[in-house]
């Protein structure tokens, strides 16, 4: 069974430009959760979507936004980079919102210079 | 104060030691994921508890609602075992949603041989 595939797995940006980043979830799981890891923040939950409706949304500026499409892949968009938007961006999917364990793609290294 | 705290930060151990890793935190929760990152960044959830004990292999994870905290505990540990071993509580208070974690700033663990 293949596992979460987050792509690109590493980007450079300029600021002000707009970023797309994509996660295709485990075969079957109908739930993805995104998060943003930086060094001075740790990890912090982004959104959360289940069968194409988002469930929850962390502090986050409305620059950063996301969609689940009907095959459960998900897409985070973040508009009008910043620096301090430079991070590791993963996703996690799992069967449902409710219940089971959390399965994580490899990541998005984001660099906004 | 942080909502889940973690001790110790960093823990350097000879291969064999038992290890054991602090996680408090202060809300009400669904659910407690102890999840393991290697360099890179890929993360691999090791356990999802909501009471008791739960045990793979060489990882033993404990949780004390009623104090809310819970320890990892890695017995017989080696060098592979090192990496940064982070806790996340699901809030209770988001309808029992998996995905909304909030992180402790993880322990880094160095296993000497």
């Known amino acids: 069974k293949a596992g979460v595939t987050q792509t690109p797995r590493y980007l450079i940006k300029t600021r002000g430009q707009q970023v797309t980043l994509s996660c295709s979830p485990i075969s079957g799981h109908r739930s993805v959760s995104w998060y943003q890891q930086t060094p001075g923040q740790g990890l912090q939950f982004l959104f959360e979507y289940f069968s194409e409706t988002q469930r929850n949304k962390g502090n986050f500026p409305g620059r950063f936004s996301g969609r689940q499409f009907s095959n459960s892949r998900s897409e985070m968009n973040v508009s009008t980079l910043e620096l301090g938007d430079s991070a590791l961006y993963l996703c996690?999917?799992?069967?449902?919102?409710?219940?089971?364990?959390?399965?994580f793609g490899e990541g998005s290294r984001l660099t906004v210079l | 104060k942080n909502e889940v705290e973690q001790s110790p930060q960093n823990l350097t151990a000879q291969e064999g030691e038992f290890i054991t890793i602090n996680c408090s935190y202060s809300v009400g929760i669904s659910a407690l994921h102890w999840l393991q990152q290697h360099p890179g960044g890929g993360i691999v959830s090791l356990f999802m508890?909501?009471?008791g004990k739960k045990k793979h292999g060489r990882l033993i994870a404990t949780i004390n609602i009623q104090e809310k905290h819970s320890s990892l505990h890695i017995t017989a540990s080696h060098p592979r075992d090192s990496a940064v071993y982070i806790c996340a509580v699901s809030p209770m208070n988001y309808g029992g949603s998996q995905g909304n974690l909030i992180f402790g700033k993880g322990t880094k663990l160095s296993v000497k041989p």
């Open positions: 508890l909501s009471s």
């Open positions: 996690a999917s799992s069967p449902t919102s409710f219940t089971g364990e959390l399965f």
